[in-house]
């Protein structure tokens, strides 16, 4: 097995799901900060031309986060990180797909327009800086929803830690100021998520 880990956060997912499973994955660097995943060879193996990408011992390629922790919790699935039962796997499932779809894709393309513009415009289509600005704001809004769901919970899928607080985790601290995040103020119970999942070990993989 082989993870192409590069800098940002879903690598750093994929990293820190595997940690908390004692998995060591051979990690082959790609410099995105020098486009290297947008070209030959990186390009060639993932077409879709992100980070991280996942080759298995019999040589196939597995691409996006999920599928990538989908396929390690297979091989390896104790401790359960997205579920011991149908009933876990389909709640794991279900906010993974609600923070990603809700949270991460909004908050990601958002910052790339705005941000991150100077990098990325001559790389890929970006929203205005306008259009940026109010997803922004509807994630903020989505982000709150989540927090209200929180409450009185450990974690997002009640006392079970999983990879729906992973994906949380990796993506409200990536860039941030060390020990900060991007969660907002207002977003208390997010915030005590954030924090009760910092001083894991598999944080630093």
């Given at each position: 097995?082989?993870?192409?880990?590069?800098?940002?956060?879903?690598?750093?997912?994929?990293?820190?799901?595997?940690?908390?499973?004692?998995?060591?994955?051979?990690?082959?660097?790609?410099?995105?900060?020098?486009?290297?995943?947008?070209?030959?060879?990186?390009?060639?193996?993932?077409?879709?031309?992100?980070?991280?990408a996942f080759e298995t011992d019999d040589g196939q390629v597995i691409c996006e986060i999920t599928a990538i922790c989908e396929y390690l919790e297979e091989l390896h699935p104790t401790p359960a990180l997205i579920?011991?039962?149908?009933?876990?796997?389909?709640?794991?499932?279900?906010?993974?797909?609600?923070?990603?779809?809700?949270?991460?894709?909004?908050?990601?393309?958002?910052?790339?327009?705005?941000?991150?513009?100077?990098?990325?415009?001559?790389?890929?289509?970006?929203?205005?800086?306008?259009?940026?600005?109010?997803?922004?704001?509807?994630?903020e809004d989505r982000v709150l929803w989540l927090d209200g769901q929180l409450a009185g919970k450990t974690y997002v899928c009640g006392d079970r830690y999983s990879l729906a607080d992973i994906i949380l985790y990796c993506f409200m601290t990536f860039g941030a100021p060390a020990g900060g995040s991007h969660v907002p103020p207002a977003a208390r119970n997010l915030h005590a998520l954030v924090e009760r999942i910092r001083p894991r070990a598999a944080t630093a993989a």
């Open positions: 097995m082989k993870l192409y880990n590069s800098l940002g956060p879903n690598p750093h997912v994929v990293r820190m799901f595997a940690a908390e499973k004692g998995i060591a994955l051979p990690l082959e660097e790609v410099d995105v900060m020098g486009a290297a995943h947008r070209q030959p060879p990186y390009a060639t193996l993932n077409p879709m031309m992100q980070t991280p579920g011991a039962t149908p009933g876990e796997r389909a709640e794991t499932r279900m906010w993974c797909r609600r923070i990603d779809l809700n949270i991460i894709e909004g908050r990601s393309r958002a910052f790339r327009a705005t941000g991150a513009r100077e990098f990325y415009k001559d790389k890929i289509k970006l929203l205005s800086v306008e259009a940026a600005q109010e997803l922004f704001a509807l994630v």
